[in-house]
């Protein structure tokens, strides 16, 4: 998998076969007749009823027709030529007016809109030629058998009627001249596969030029995606840190509060009794242990927010985390350069964190080789594990969280997991954010 | 006194329940949720019920909702929520609904367990045991710049008024108060009638004037 960062348009030329391409403009010119009807007519019905309540709805409705078509064209495209076209923006928020709004105002939407009307005469075209072509070609070149259906009389000066074909006033009425037409038919067909292909690329030349986000608007929108991942991964981290310390280490201080209380009450009685020597003991005891718990934990919840061996560069943090790691892993770093931004490095510290947690836990791996690579201004990490395999992203999952993070910095990470393993995953990252 | 506890960290449950023991309190139940909280209280009908803010499943407000819940069953019985921030919010939503017999105290407080054996008295008497924290936070929200409505009456306390009413809004007595500052309890009862004046309470009877002036001082009362 790859982040949306490294997702570029294509610039080679698509293969378009010959069946494929027919095919294609067949089934564009009923997709496009139907979508263009709806639309214009929803258009304009919301046009209409713009002085009503229903006005603005019947117009989004419009819209959300227009991505439909623009959905089942791509969906088209996808089979036929095996090509990606590049989808208009995504709506983010949910609810019914968040709906409305967003078709509104939705630049991909109404491109959508445009791409189905301006596309009229290119659809024209279409139909006349690359259908007509076709079914005239096959017509001639079935000429020598369906001569025997025509109707073509003639009537001559002469009064009589001529049967048969006359163009450029050559007649063509016996059956060997009727091979002509099936030559001719032929002539036609290869003519149609060839403007077919070319109609074929025009359309979807077409479409990327209008629809398909041009690379800055692509830019904009990977990067807006980021930017809310960041916010949010950061508001949930701190909520995190948050609970952590409101359930592990601020409790454990106010229960070792709690407990000196206790001895303190203990101490005040009698202290020569060896008995109530020995309780107050205990609660030393009790409160010591609370003492050294809240520390483990204040010293655990800071390794998870920042690992300070990692201010001392990214081999020694590395070295400490295999060291207290689940799996044996082997690990290599090699930074030639200068030292990646401190950011770039603590990005790196928790992906392999995070790798080496699911190689254990996920993938049962019994061990692990983390090789970082810094090749000129990119940084690479690799994980491989020996595990079961079969890792995928999920939307929500770890996997796709670790893309969407690296995806921050306009990193990117590939996941290499065939059933039955190895897994290999690759972050690279910029050395600078 | 007859005391239920709703804390979900076992450490700080067992650690109260053991304190509250040794200092010769009665702990009837010690739950961990808000539904056994309603539930415990129900059956043993305790003199005051201390509540964590945050109970499961979401470690939100929860104990809040539960306290609130618990005041329109039995109004009678004292409640302490029991917090390790100050929440204003939850603090203004139990107040809502009255400040009497309502407390809302920091966890530390226990440290100092002879004022929180005597907040958890007053609570249960019918009074309130607010946590500095808590009446600062609330009276920094309801002094705010933008605050809409007629000039507030508490703009115009004395220093000393403030330190008075502090206190006061805290639950302690007209001596407990004299203790804190250093004053004669005259001098006391001389500045909470000025107070009174101030906010232009009516003469009723018994302690209703003092709750609501601390209402009004937090400005959670009309």
Not at chain 1, 102 to 118: C, H, K, N, P
Not at chain 1, 271 to 299: F, P, Y
Not at chain 1, 389 to 397: I, L, M, N, T
Not at chain 2, 135 to 152: C, I, M, N
Request: net charge neutral; charged share 20%; proline share 6%.
């Amino acid at each position: 998998m790859t982040s949306p960062a490294a997702e570029k348009p294509k610039p080679t030329a698509p293969r378009i076969t010959f069946a494929a391409a027919s095919l294609y403009l067949i089934a564009s010119s009923v997709l496009w007749i139907v979508g263009v009807v709806a639309t214009s007519v929803l258009l304009l019905a919301g046009v209409v009823l713009v002085v009503t309540p229903f006005g603005l709805w019947v117009i989004a409705a419009a819209v959300s027709c227009a991505r439909a078509f623009g959905r089942l064209y791509r969906g088209l495209v996808r089979k036929l030529f095996r090509e990606r076209l590049e989808p208009p923006a995504e709506r983010t928020e949910s609810g019914v007016l968040a709906w409305r709004r967003f078709l509104l105002a939705d630049g991909g939407g109404w491109m959508e809109v445009a791409f189905l009307l301006i596309r009229l005469p290119l659809a024209l075209v279409n139909i006349v030629l690359g259908v007509g072509m076709w079914i005239y070609g096959m017509l001639w070149l079935l000429w020598p058998l369906l001569r025997n259906w025509d109707d073509l009389y003639t009537p001559q000066p002469d009064g009589s009627v001529r049967r048969g074909l006359h163009p450029f006033d050559i007649w063509i009425d016996t059956l060997p001249r009727s091979f002509l037409v099936s030559v001719a038919g032929v002539a036609l067909i290869a003519m149609a596969a060839w403007t077919a292909r070319k109609l074929a690329a025009l359309d979807m030349l077409f479409y990327r030029t209008v629809v398909t986000p041009g690379r800055l608007a692509a830019r904009v929108r990977h990067l807006e995606r980021s930017r809310t991942y960041a916010v949010d991964d950061s508001a949930a981290t701190l909520r995190r840190i948050e609970r952590d310390l409101h359930d592990g280490a601020q409790a454990r201080l106010v229960a070792l509060g709690m407990q000196l209380v206790l001895l303190k009450d203990s101490l005040s009685v009698d202290a020569a009794d060896a008995e109530q020597l020995a309780q107050s003991r205990g609660l030393v005891d009790t409160a010591q242990q609370t003492a050294k718990t809240a520390i483990t934990e204040l010293r655990t919840l800071v390794r998870g927010i920042h690992p300070p061996v990692l201010d001392q560069g990214l081999d020694p943090a590395l070295r400490t985390l295999v060291a207290h790691g689940v799996i044996p892993t082997a690990l290599t770093v090699e930074i030639p350069g200068p030292r990646p931004a401190p950011a770039i490095e603590a990005m790196a510290y928790f992906c392999v964190a995070e790798l080496l947690t699911n190689a254990a836990k996920h993938a049962s791996a019994r061990q692990a080789v983390v090789h970082v690579d810094g090749i000129g201004d990119r940084l690479r990490v690799r994980v491989t594990d020996d595990g079961g395999g079969g890792a995928v992203p999920r939307p929500g999952g770890g996997l796709a969280g670790l893309a969407d993070r690296v995806g921050t910095v306009d990193g990117t990470v590939q996941i290499d997991s065939p059933a039955g393993g190895p897994t290999v995953v690759t972050v690279d990252l910029p050395t600078k954010p | 006194m007859r005391i239920v506890i709703a804390e979900d960290t076992a450490i700080l449950r067992d650690g109260l329940v053991q304190l509250l023991a040794a200092r010769g309190q009665e702990v009837v139940a010690a739950v961990g949720d808000a539904e056994a909280l309603l539930a415990a209280v129900d059956e043993h009908r305790p003199r005051v019920a201390v509540v964590d803010v945050r109970l499961p499943p979401d470690h939100t407000d929860e104990g809040v909702r539960a306290a609130v819940e618990l005041r329109r069953r039995h109004p009678d019985i004292g409640i302490l929520m029991f917090s390790q921030y100050v929440e204003h919010r939850f603090a203004t939503d139990l107040l809502a609904h009255g400040s009497h017999g309502v407390g809302y105290l920091l966890k530390e407080r226990v440290v100092d367990i002879d004022d929180f054996i005597d907040a958890l008295n007053r609570v249960a008497a019918g009074g309130t045991a607010l946590d500095p924290e808590v009446v600062t936070e609330l009276v920094g929200a309801a002094r705010g710049p933008d605050r809409p409505g007629p000039p507030d009456p508490a703009t115009t306390l004395t220093p000393r008024e403030t330190e008075v009413m502090t206190l006061m809004a805290e639950g302690r007595t007209n001596a407990a108060i004299a203790a804190a500052l250093a004053i004669g309890e005259r001098a006391v009862e001389k500045h909470i009638a000025s107070i009174f004046a101030k906010f232009d309470l009516p003469l009723t009877e018994g302690d209703h004037r003092r709750v609501l002036a601390v209402l009004r001082y937090l400005g959670v009362g009309s």
